[in-house]
């Protein structure tokens, strides 16, 4: 089997880490305790393993192709696509009025990392479907939503995200596609999109566009650009698909990976228009993106670890077979399995803890979401929208950023086999290296992080999480143990650097802005490492606890020596980076842009 | 231009660090000057900006192919490798008795780094040549050197290193081909070579492969092996090609990059026996093969240098002209090229200082080997030698490792161009991705690190670097320039840190292995990162000086930038790195392997 899902792991996290039965005490998630996860993940699973994963290489080796504006989508992925829909996987966290399951995202995070684990390229359709779905329960009208939403949470239709042009890409003020209002209250939209996931395929239905445009006379910059439902297909009143609508796929790109996911230019206009629905307000078109922008940028966070998982996987599995070399320690008096090699062992425990660390922060922020949504105490939901918001640049851009190290580690475990594309282990380095670019690059999150999270409640949140973190660090001081007096420490280590950073980011914000985000990337992943470490600390006392009475003592005590590999080897680069960031802003600016 | 040749700042190097001066006062070398060095470097420079750069996407986009165990290479390169050939560029190291140039490494160096930017699939080829007149000059009998030094030293024709097998990787003792003696002195080859850099191609000539194999009889092990010349073409008396030989190349490599160069199987002795001829004596081929594996691992190093150099200004190229959102601190009122922003100029920046710093250690490496090899006094000779083995690992290991970080950062800054294959940005990461394995994974570089350079001698090398390192701190102490000021300290932490290190690995080496072994790459990654910065520190006391006399003053505060921002941005991970060594070493190998 090319991937096995960490059901187990997963479950860990949801239950001790992400406590589910508290979950289930929350309005509408009556029937979402510990056991609704574990079905609903070993179903996940078992669709995932047996049916998706198997798709990937075959993704790889014959990518989506383009003629005449038809995509065609690697073998296998339509039929995969119409069993995923049949088995109600899309609707899984969407609304029960829409024909969804209503779950906690708690367990749907769990599910879409099987989804990304078993082929990044096929998950992309159904995270940007959520996106669409997400935009149109916030802000379209009833007419839009009784039209299009049932149909996207049945998997039936899919969705889009249409932001990105030529000359707009990161900076949205530069949007120049049109949208001019029709008599009827229609629009009709004209430009060129690019970089549109799945924007064409062949999976059948309708492609509902969601895409961003300037009406006539709105004002300049972000506050001008509208948000409009542009459908492959006119509907028909009654629900059925009508004539083909004026927006074309004029080509997909040449990618360096997930190249089964088609990636299109999408040409609105030609022929005299495409038709289009305003979703909400005219001008407030960013906003509502900007909702379904941050659940996309969850679930690409997400999309890290699943790589990282299944690259770890990979790599575990070869380090156990390949014998080559004799263990230094002597241990074995013959070639051995490359696992008994220390560096090899360095590689794995960093890809493990990594995966690990990452899981178990977005984990936490699912359920600070589910909390935030469902909670009946508007000051319990404030926090945790607090919470949750302060986590999402982090679960995107740090976890992102850890799968370029896994994955990297992922080829070099494998030696020279690793280099040639039959082993696979290459097809996830070049996979992973869109994540810490889409939804918004990692200097993108880190500005958010900076700006929004940050400096603008002057590093409130950021001092309550490390109030958390410290508490969480007297509970590891006051146990016998020497892997949690240990943890403790590093921990520590890296909360005040982190408390540096922040006080540092909080003042310069204003003062000197060059300086603040000359640190702005390095204090997402320094912040991202501690919240990490941090829930693997608490993962650490909890599997202490467990194996003390007995429970699955091996993985117990595995979970406990990646805890103690993670404070030991990667929280120790905290401090590092305080001293970069706040010692080594005026360097990053001093060359002039002429000795470039 | 899609590279420009760094010459200005090679020779830089090539003077105020490495001292051509000094250099050209050594036996041999009387014509190696700085004037030599300037006009060698702007010929290379310009033969390879014209030449071999332009062919570089080529390779890319029509790999060399198999067909019949024919190898036909991407048009132009057979063109381009004969003007490389007629330019008496092969030679520029070599002998003079056997048609070379004779010049100091410490100008091949920067040549070979000129090649390799503008093309790393191209530079292969000449690069193995490289090693196999290495192999020759060391070991092989007259009649063999004069039979083929001459043709290799030429460019006529080519070599190439076979020692991988199915089984046999890192771990040389699986070799299992064997070599048995004739009556006539010769040896009929038999067994199958994987993962041969040009083991057959279309260039014309001869090509010259050395091979290891076991003789019958010999002892098991490393101490069995027997290296042996293979011609593709048998040599007649007069030197023309004769009969064909019997080894064939099976097939290609299908790999993640450089896939311009063809990585053979090579099979030998299928129609009765490859005729090989012995090098040196019986049993002794490891030891004559790691001659010339340590001048390629010198070389993979400048590959890594080469590879981040071109990725660089790439980057730099974008970031000045795309337009792209407001700068933060207000300096333009309108969206402006993203060289304007703190984490665009954080990412060149990082890219610049790695490169550079990786760049001055390995000149000075270069420099040390000349003097190792040419000084009149053997103690001076010896000390030399000894610095540069201690290099070597270096110069591999944490160039290649940089130039992974490099490369993905050139993606990074191009967003979402970078992930489009025609951008070009991700050929580079592609293409980096091997050098950290080949010739040696930096597993493999940290081992010899490790035992051979530092538990050996019980740290004495380490140490004596580490003097020097302290003596730049005090002169860098001594000025008034706030950057000495704060390049001094951060040299200080990294050196003590490094001291640490080096005291627990002379210390664990033999009595707890594992977990010396566990810090393996972590202290070659932290060796590196500490040399090159202290190089850069004399960069930095060198380019003040000049500026203060006013010499190319922009040139030299770029110069002075560059090394602050090394400092304070990356000779700022070494604490961490001894934290994670030192304390973190039980941590690797605590979980037991099946629960991998």
């Known amino acids: 089997m090319s991937y096995r899902a960490p059901v187990k792991d997963m479950l860990f996290d949801i239950r001790h880490l992400a406590g589910i039965d508290q979950i289930a005490q929350l309005p509408g998630f009556e029937e979402a305790g510990f056991e609704t996860a574990q079905a609903v993940l070993e179903e996940c699973a078992k669709f ?12 790889d080796l014959q990518p989506s192709s383009w003629k005449d504006g038809v995509v065609t989508t690697t073998p296998g992925f339509k039929d995969a696509y119409k069993q995923y829909a049949e088995g109600g996987w899309q609707g899984l966290q969407h609304p029960t009025d829409f024909g969804g399951q209503g779950l906690p995202k708690t367990i749907g995070a769990a599910c879409g990392e099987m989804l990304n684990s078993a082929n990044l390229s096929f998950a992309l359709c159904p995270l940007l479907t959520d996106g669409a779905i997400e935009a149109l329960l916030t802000a379209g009208s009833d007419e839009l939503k009784a039209t299009y939403l049932e149909k996207l949470v049945s998997g039936e239709w899919t969705g889009t995200m249409n932001l990105t042009e030529p000359q707009a890409g990161s900076d949205l003020s530069m949007v120049r596609s049109r ?3 029709q008599p009827d209250g229609t629009y009709k939209v004209f430009g060129t999109k690019i970089f549109i996931t799945y924007g064409e395929h062949d999976y059948g239905g309708n492609i509902v566009h969601l895409v961003l445009a300037r009406i006539p006379g709105a004002p300049e ?21 009508g004539a083909r609508n004026d927006v074309h796929c004029v080509s997909i790109e040449h990618k360096l990976g997930i190249k089964a996911s088609p990636t299109a230019v ?8 495409a038709i289009g629905y305003l979703v909400g307000q005219e001008n407030r078109g960013l906003e509502y993106m900007f909702i379904m922008m941050n659940a996309a940028r969850y679930a690409v966070g997400v999309q890290g670890i699943a790589v990282a998982e299944r690259a770890y996987q990979k790599a575990a599995a070869f380090a156990k077979e390949r014998v080559q070399s004799r263990p230094v320690d002597g241990s074995v008096n013959a070639s051995a399995t490359i696992i008994h090699h220390p560096d090899v062992r360095r590689m794995l425990m960093t890809m493990r803890a990594l995966t690990e660390g990452c899981r178990a922060m977005a984990t936490v922020a699912a359920s600070a979401y589910d909390a935030a949504h469902h909670h009946p105490d508007a000051e319990v939901r404030k926090q945790n929208q607090a919470f949750y918001e302060f986590l999402v640049p982090l679960v995107k851009g740090y976890s992102t950023e850890m799968s370029l190290e896994v994955t990297s ?19 996830y380095y070049r996979d992973s290296r869109i994540l810490t670019i889409y939804e918004g690059t990692t200097a993108i999150q880190a500005n958010d992080l900076v700006g929004r999270k940050t400096a603008r409640d002057g590093g409130q949140t950021a001092q309550a999480i490390a109030a958390q973190v410290e508490k969480t660090e007297g509970e590891l001081a006051r146990r016998s143990s020497a892997d949690a007096k240990a943890v403790a420490k590093r921990l520590g280590a890296a909360r005040k650097a982190f408390l540096d950073v922040v006080a540092f980011i909080a003042q310069q914000g204003k003062a000197s802005p060059n300086a603040a985000f000359a640190g702005s990337v390095p204090y997402l992943l320094l912040t991202g490492n501690l ?6 600390a608490r993962s650490l006392m909890a599997a202490e606890d467990l194996a003390a009475k007995g429970e699955d003592v091996d993985f117990m005590k595995a979970k406990v020596a990646t805890a103690r590999f993670y404070a030991d080897h990667i929280l120790t680069r905290v401090p590092a980076a305080r001293d970069a960031i706040v010692d080594g802003a005026d360097s990053v600016m001093a060359l002039p842009q002429e000795a470039f």
């Open 48 to 59: 995932n393993e047996g049916v998706v994963a198997p798709l990937n290489v075959a993704g």
């Open 179 to 181: 949208a001019e209002p």
């Open 221 to 241: 910059g972000v506050k001008g650009i509208s948000l409009f439902v542009v459908p492959k297909f006119l509907v028909n009143k009654d629900g059925s698909l």
């Open 266 to 273: 999408l040409q609105y206009g030609d022929k005299g228009g």
């Open 409 to 427: 580690l992922g080829v070099q475990v494998h030696g020279g086999m690793g280099f040639i594309e039959e082993t696979g282990a290459a097809q």
């Open 531 to 536: 919240v990490a470490g941090w829930q693997l």
